[in-house]
């Protein structure tokens, strides 16, 4: 569980960086709202939390197979 809750924090202050560069990046001048960065950084989470839940499914009912 340790390993995970780190995985996730990292990437979440990650995304957070990213997302709130992305104006600099891309050389626009507007700037997205702190709501808006934070559904984009909740909803790569729950996409990310999806598929590794999913893989660890997928390789407990491979292991049982075997």
């Known amino acids: 569980m340790g390993r995970s809750f780190i995985f996730y924090t990292v990437v979440a202050i990650g ?5 709130l560069n992305a104006d ?3 050389g626009r001048q507007g700037q ?12 790569v989470m729950l996409v990310l939390f ?7 499914k997928f390789n407990a009912s491979r292991d049982r197979r075997e």
């Open 15 to 19: 995304l957070v960086i990213i997302a």
């Open 24 to 26: 600099d990046i891309e």
């Open 50 to 56: 999806g598929m590794r839940t999913a893989l660890a």
């Open 32 to 43: 997205a709202s702190l709501t808006e960065t934070l559904l984009v950084v909740g909803g």
